[in-house]
């Protein structure tokens, strides 16, 4: 191994120290960046630049959707259930021993114009008569099977079945999933 002459050495030894003092500045500097934990009380984050939400829970969710499919299991209809959350993502969906193909995607749609809307698909079908531009919007379905879960008049989810012959009966079934949460 070649012996480093002095210089070399010193400068070697130099430039070594740089880069020490040079990451630990970078870490001095960093921690004094950050901001510091606030004393202040938890509520004073709170402002009107931020809201609180109900949302419902995957528990609460599948009680409901659990409720509706044995509604429909009592009568004989084979169904497919969804519950969806406030801003209409699916929370979970059930398909019942049998049902249709096309009943998974239509539930899912049912429950989530009834949140949307907070109300009933079929009174929403109501409506097309004097709007019927509203079925143009993507990801709606309007017909009956839909039900909104509200809590203070404030939707929080939605609930669609679909795949018996009517919607009646699957608006039956829906609302039977929003009184399981009461």
Known sequence: MKKLSRRSTVVTGSAVLAAVAAGTFGTVSAAASAPAASSAPASAARSSA??????LTLDSAT???E??????????QKVSVAVVDRDGNTILTLRGDSAGPQ??????KKAFTAVS??????????RLDKAPTLKDIPGTLFLGGGAPVAVKGAPIAGIGVAGTPSGDLDEKFAQAGVAALR
């Open 50 to 55: 931020t809201m609180t939400t109900t949302h």
């Open 63 to 65: 009680k409901a959707a």
């Open 67 to 76: 409720a509706a499919l044995d509604a429909a299991k009592k009568e004989n």
């Open 103 to 108: 009943a998974y995607e239509a539930a899912e």
């Open 117 to 126: 809307w907070n109300a009933p698909t079929s009174e929403l079908a109501k």
